[in-house]
């Protein structure tokens, strides 16, 4: 939608709401806050309900120090134990190449960078990957890497054109995978 016909809506809607007063207003919001509240609920509740369920599955085999954890300890050993595992990044690599491929792109030379953030305890492995290729082959790219390897982020993506005549622009793509030592954390 363009700014004038959103200018439009936003009038006409002040319009009706001032022909029918205040109380129906009123009412318009609070539903609208009610309907917002139940949207943001369902994907959390959701997310609760798959956090207690592996929390569930995951309780056996855990030391008995999880057993006696915090709910907030609970959650720090999950964050840690799905991140990858920093001695294996050759294998998230093959995977980036085998998608692109699966794409349509190639991948000729890339910038990695691994480091280590000391507050979170975290290793970091930057992946920066300059790719030619149509705009809807690099967002599936990019999409199916995200599914693909869960500890890792989309942190940029750009595209330029040398010439309007370029049939084909330049993407460039930074990743960022979070990694740990491949031990398992306890809280």
């Known amino acids: ?94 995977t980036l190449f085998e998608i692109a491929a699966k794409n349509g792109l190639s991948l000729t030379k890339g910038q990695y960078k691994l480091a280590y953030e000391q507050n979170s305890r975290v290793y970091t492995y930057q992946i920066i990957l300059p790719v030619k290729g149509t705009y809807m082959a690099v967002w599936q790219f990019g999409n199916q890497v995200l599914a693909a390897i869960p500890f890792a982020s989309l942190d940029e993506i750009s595209f330029k054109r040398d010439s309007i005549t370029d049939n084909l622009p330049e993407a460039r793509l930074r990743f960022t995978l979070y990694l740990n030592e491949g031990v398992r954390q306890q809280p």
């Open 1 to 94: 939608m363009k700014l004038p016909e959103i200018s439009i809506l936003l009038l006409q809607a002040r319009l009706w709401l001032m022909q029918r007063g205040a109380v129906t207003a009123c009412a318009v919001l609070l539903c609208l806050i009610g309907g917002i509240a139940w949207l943001w609920h369902i994907p959390t509740a959701k997310m609760q309900r798959a956090l207690e369920q592996q929390n569930n599955v995951a309780l056996p085999s855990v030391s008995a120090n999880l057993l006696g954890a915090t709910s907030v300890e609970r959650n720090m050993f999950n964050f840690y134990d799905l991140l990858g595992e920093r001695r294996h990044p050759e294998q998230q690599i093959k």
